[in-house]
């Protein structure tokens, strides 16, 4: 019961471009959106959020952009850059049988400088 | 702030055997989540503490277990243990619910390895 889907395991950018992650969902119960970044050996850390109410969120170079309509969300990383490189993950919570957060299967980016 | 610890950082156990994984959230945090990471998946959602009580937990049988303490830190215990119960084991924590939509902040996790 794949909730929520990351259907890319790897992205490769040249350094100074755009890195865009997607991530699609299925279930309409989820309000609450997040990115993590992991280092290999380190937990994931919080990178940004949106909250199904809005549309598009950003925080430096980092914007994520949520449309509800076709249960898909992106993070955009521009410009990318060496230090970026680490496996995201897309996360959603909502109250779906009690709430929880389901997190994709993660897509690796490499930077290449 | 200390950050998320999570003890031991490796564990070997052998099949049959118990493991008891240890987690100390944030100060100020009440909730408490663990998850799988079985190697090339996604992190899987185990279980959720807040308050010391379980308020939810994922599609894993019964072998899998924990408890939250009065100082809000947590123990994951997997009785019975079999090959394909190893994985990292991920703690995080976050400040409770009523303050709506928090992130969750996570420990470097343990390595479970099952000979």
């Given amino acids: 019961d794949q909730q929520v889907k990351q259907n890319s395991p790897s992205l490769s950018v040249q350094e100074g471009r755009i890195s865009i992650l997607n991530c699609d969902y299925t279930n309409s119960m989820f309000d609450y959106f997040l990115w993590y970044k992991k280092y290999p050996a380190e937990g ?70 | 702030e200390a950050g998320v610890t999570q003890s031991p950082t ?64 947590s123990e994951l215990n997997v009785n019975a243990l079999e090959l394909e119960d190893s994985a990292l084991y991920l703690c995080a924590s976050s400040l409770d619910l009523g303050t709506a939509n928090q992130p969750q902040h996570f420990g470097d996790g343990t390595r479970l390895s099952i000979l």
């Fill in chain 1, 44 to 113: 994931p850390t919080f990178l940004i959020s949106i909250s199904s109410i809005k549309d598009k969120n950003e925080d430096g170079r980092f914007t994520v952009f949520l449309n509800k309509s076709a249960k898909h969300l992106s993070l955009h990383i521009v410009p990318s850059q060496p230090g970026d490189s680490a496996v995201y993950f897309c996360a959603a919570s909502g109250y779906t049988g009690g709430f929880k957060t389901i997190f994709g299967a993660g897509t690796r980016l490499f930077v290449k400088a």
């Fill in chain 2, 10 to 73: 490796h564990l070997i156990k052998t099949r049959g055997q118990q493991a008891t994984l240890r987690c100390s959230p944030i100060s100020g945090h009440t909730s408490v989540y663990w998850y799988q990471q079985a190697l090339g998946l996604g992190l899987q959602f185990l279980l959720w503490y807040d308050e010391g009580e379980e308020r939810n937990r994922g599609n894993f049988p019964p072998r899998f277990s924990g408890r939250q303490f009065p100082n809000y830190s």
